[in-house]
């Protein structure tokens, strides 16, 4: 069974050699490819892809709003951005819509295949200052409490870590714990994460 | 037949008088003329005239103008055939060219007087109109008001003069700032447009021209050594797109901050750990406050940075790399340390350091090199940030 890849991606080049890549490689197929937000939102839900790679800087509709409309319609599809320069701020709004990782743009072929692969067999990559980032943000002091969603002792215990500069598998190690149950926390850590900025964005929305 | 009087100061001895003697004459409520021991027969609250009255460097009486305006004179004439028909004639020289008259009523107004010398004179006739040949004479001056002196116009002019001046230089120094503010906006938007078109248009064509590559070395399986050269090919276009990736870094104005330097810190290092298989451990505060860094700032703290994992990757053998970012005391230390040989100083190392060394002062910031605490090195920049957060 092929890990089934969408792509949103401007530059057309990008694009299409991007999706000859991934249709030529085994287990991997490209079933869709979406010049734009608006072409991605019309197609995708249809198509329910496994594995989304969409690029943060769009014209129009950015990659991020983009995420927000898909994910309700597409619970089970893990988003990765793809993004020119690592700019944490803007990684960090992608994971609170909904996005699970993120990659740059120059990454090589085999790493990208091998983020979507990850991703999809169950991965959560998270780099430090998203890790950071989202401690901080568990730390804030809830205003309403329809967004106290809480991080678990062991989550985190993982985002201390992983702020660190540990890698998943040195997490595992440091906790005793195995791969796939690091993989487990960070997943249910964006999970939270989105919900609670969902809550947040909810809240303030009302109190407008 | 008419003696003529004596009229001075030291009055006091005369003879058998026909015309009235003026006896005493005050201005504003001083004695200016006559016998002090006389002053009853005018007023018991009368000041002494020589006790009083200060004079100018010619021993001139002067007079203090009060704020009314008017200047008083009161006299007195001794007579002793039916004073009530006394006759008076005064002048002030300087203001009046002929003698006015006033009977009975013995007090006189001058209104508007300018300050300055005047002398006042008087006469007096009995009521069969013989005169005084000699007036009773008294020279003043009256003293200029604060604001009728020369010093206060002076001090008027002056201060329009430095109002106008500073209303005048604070308008340049606005305009200045204006101006100021107005270049760094423009330099901003510039930047943020070079950061644009090199991201959107060099970034993402490389990225495009480097997957093509890629599908290009995929379709040529055949003969094995063009696809080699493909894939280097790609993955030098790759090298590039990083590069470019910095440069976008560098001029975006939207990276002017110690929070984007804290990304781009933590990017260098995983590249760089990744690539030499080493642990990569991250020591930043876990709230990086929003601090400004200046283009040039983050230019040369990166080139630093780079230069020293580029240092760990070629001498250290280390296994364990740690980059430290802390913020106190209006100071930002970005530390590079390793656990690996430790650090010789030979003389092509050497001028790597003294290049770190330049950079730093060249952004008033400092740069040292020592051993770690468990051996390895550690790099330390520092940078002031006090002088960074008044200038923003």
Redesign the interface.
């Known amino acids: 069974m092929n890990i089934r890849v969408a792509i949103v991606e401007d530059?057309?080049?990008?694009r299409e050699?991007?999706c000859?890549?991934i249709n030529?490689k085994e287990g991997f197929s490209c079933v869709a490819s979406c010049p734009s937000t608006e072409d991605a939102c019309a197609r995708l839900p249809q198509l329910s892809p496994d594995v989304v790679l969409m690029d943060i800087?769009l014209p129009g509709k950015s990659g991020i709003a983009c995420v927000t409309k898909l994910r309700p319609m597409l619970p089970k599809t893990q988003i990765i951005m793809l993004t020119?320069?690592?700019?944490?701020?803007q990684v960090f709004d992608s994971m609170k819509a909904g996005a699970t990782g993120y990659l740059?743009?120059?990454?090589?072929?085999e790493e990208i295949l091998e983020a979507i692969a990850d991703v999809h067999s169950g991965g959560a990559p998270m780099?430090?200052?998203i890790a950071?980032k989202v401690?901080?943000t568990f730390r804030k002091p809830i205003e309403e409490e329809s967004t106290a969603v809480k991080l678990s002792a062991r989550e985190e215990a993982v985002l201390v870590l992983l702020?660190?500069?540990?890698r998943s598998k040195?997490v595992a190690k440091d906790l005793g714990i195995g791969l796939g149950t690091v993989n487990t926390y960070i997943r249910n850590i964006y999970e939270k994460l989105h919900v609670r900025s969902r809550a947040e964005a909810v809240a303030r929305f009302i109190q407008r | 037949m008419i003696d003529p009087l004596y009229l001075n100061a030291t009055l006091g001895n005369f003879t058998n008088i026909v015309p009235p003697l003026i006896e005493a004459v005050k201005a504003d409520d001083l004695l200016i003329y006559g016998h002090p021991a006389e002053r009853s027969s005018l007023n018991t609250n009368s000041r002494d005239a020589r006790q009083f009255i200060h004079r100018t460097s010619e021993n001139i009486p002067i007079i203090p103008a009060d704020n009314s305006h008017v200047l008083e004179f009161q006299y007195t004439a001794n007579s002793f055939v039916n004073s009530k028909a006394t006759r008076f004639r005064y002048r002030m020289k300087g203001v009046d060219t002929e003698w006015h008259e006033k009977t009975g009523e013995r007090v006189v107004h001058y209104a508007n007087l300018r300050p300055g010398n005047y002398t006042f004179e008087l006469i007096s006739a009995t009521h069969q109109n013989v005169w005084n040949t000699m007036p009773a004479s008294f020279s003043f001056n009256l003293k200029a008001r604060f604001w009728e002196t020369a010093w206060f116009y002076v001090f008027c002019a002056a201060s329009v003069i430095a109002v106008v001046l500073l209303m005048h230089s604070f308008r340049l120094k606005l305009q200045h700032r204006l101006m100021k503010v107005t270049e760094q906006q423009n330099l901003a938007k510039e930047r943020a447009r070079i950061a644009r078109d090199l991201h959107d248009d060099l970034g993402t064509s490389l990225t495009g021209l480097a997957l093509e590559l890629d599908v290009i070395a995929r379709k040529d399986q055949g003969t094995g050594a063009t696809s080699a050269d493909l894939k280097e090919s790609a993955r030098k276009t790759r090298a590039l797109a990083a590069r470019m990736r910095d440069l976008v870094w560098t001029a975006n104005p939207a990276c002017d901050s110690i929070i984007s330097l804290a990304d781009f810190i933590e990017q260098l290092g995983d590249q760089f750990a990744r690539g030499a298989e080493m642990r990569l451990r991250l020591d930043f505060p876990g709230n990086i406050p929003p601090i400004q860094l200046s283009p040039e700032t983050r230019h040369q703290l990166s080139l630093c940075i780079r230069e020293s994992l580029s240092n760990v990757l070629r001498h250290a053998k280390a296994t364990e790399l740690v980059l430290r970012l802390v913020i106190c005391n209006d100071e930002l230390i970005v530390q590079v340390a390793d656990n690996g040989l430790g650090f010789k100083s030979t003389s092509k190392n050497g001028s790597g350091l003294k290049n770190m060394a330049e950079r730093m002062n060249s952004i008033g910031g400092s740069f040292s090199c020592e051993p770690g605490t468990n051996n390895g090195t550690t790099v330390s920049l520092h940078l002031p940030l006090k002088e960074k957060a008044k200038s923003r």
């Open positions: 530059d057309k080049s990008v050699n991007l000859v890549l030529s800087h020119i320069e690592e700019d944490s701020e740059v743009k120059h990454s090589s072929l780099s430090s200052q950071r401690v901080t702020a660190k500069g540990y040195e």
